[in-house]
């Protein structure tokens, strides 16, 4: 069974960083393109990043480019999202989600929310 | 960069209806379209891909439609359990867009 599990998501202060992390299990991890999607509390989805399976090919959405950085350790079956130079607007529940589009599995998705 | 539209931002329908909701993409797409169905509380869930291609396990009340700048999402007969946020997705090329959303309700 495939599973992506999200973590290290919380509260954290304008212009801070945080780190998240996502677990993947029930599937040769290495052998899969990856994304991160966000979606802000009671708002529409948004593409965040992609990776390709061996982490030579990425992308940013404009709004993330220059502040957040998208990796992954194949030999730990997980997938990054460091982030940056934090703003409000990044508050948003951050999902990870296999495959290059469409996404069939996705992930529970964890918290991160940016506030003074 | 293209941009989605969806339309209408919501909408009420009767159980058994036929419902209709619109993607317009700003520039074409080929049929690099798929739909997602998102329930409160929950993580989205494919329903069609390649514009037309149903999901494994989705009832077949659900169809798509079009190429290029058009497409369709189609319920043919609505059931209490279809009530959700239904967008579409471009994924011919990054930036991989989302529409920004269609809330189906039951009237």
């Known amino acids: 069974e495939v599973q992506l599990v999200e973590s290290g998501g919380g509260l954290v202060q304008p212009g801070g960083s945080l780190r998240l992390s996502c677990a993947a299990s029930?599937?040769?991890?290495?052998?899969?393109?990856m994304n991160w999607v966000r979606q802000a509390p009671g708002k529409g989805l948004e593409w965040v990043s992609y990776?390709?399976?061996?982490?030579?090919?990425?992308y940013y959405a404009d709004s993330v480019k220059g502040r957040f950085t998208i990796s992954r350790d194949n030999a730990k079956n997980s997938l990054y999202l460091q982030m940056n130079s934090l703003r409000a607007e990044d508050t948003a529940v951050y999902y990870c989600?296999?495959?290059?589009?469409?996404?069939?599995?996705w992930g529970q998705g964890t918290l991160v929310t940016v506030s003074s | 960069d293209i941009q989605m539209t969806q339309s209408p931002s919501s909408l009420s329908a009767s159980v058994g209806d036929r419902v209709t909701i619109t993607c317009r993409a700003s520039?074409?797409?080929?049929?690099?379209l798929a739909w997602y169905q998102q329930k409160p509380g929950k993580v989205p869930k494919l329903l069609i891909y390649?514009?037309?291609t149903l999901q494994s396990g989705v009832p077949s009340r659900f169809s798509g439609s079009g190429s290029g700048t058009d497409f369709t999402l189609t319920i043919s007969s609505l059931q209490p359990e279809d009530v959700a946020t239904y967008y579409c997705?471009?994924?011919?090329?990054?930036?991989?867009?989302f529409g920004q959303g269609t809330r189906l309700e039951i009237k």
């Open positions: 989600a296999r495959d290059h589009p469409p996404f069939v599995y």
């Open positions: 029930g599937f040769t991890f290495s052998s899969y393109e």
């Open positions: 990776i390709s399976s061996s982490g030579s090919t990425i």
């Open positions: 520039q074409g797409i080929s049929n690099y």
């Open positions: 390649a514009a037309s």
């Open positions: 997705q471009k994924y011919n090329s990054a930036p991989i867009t």
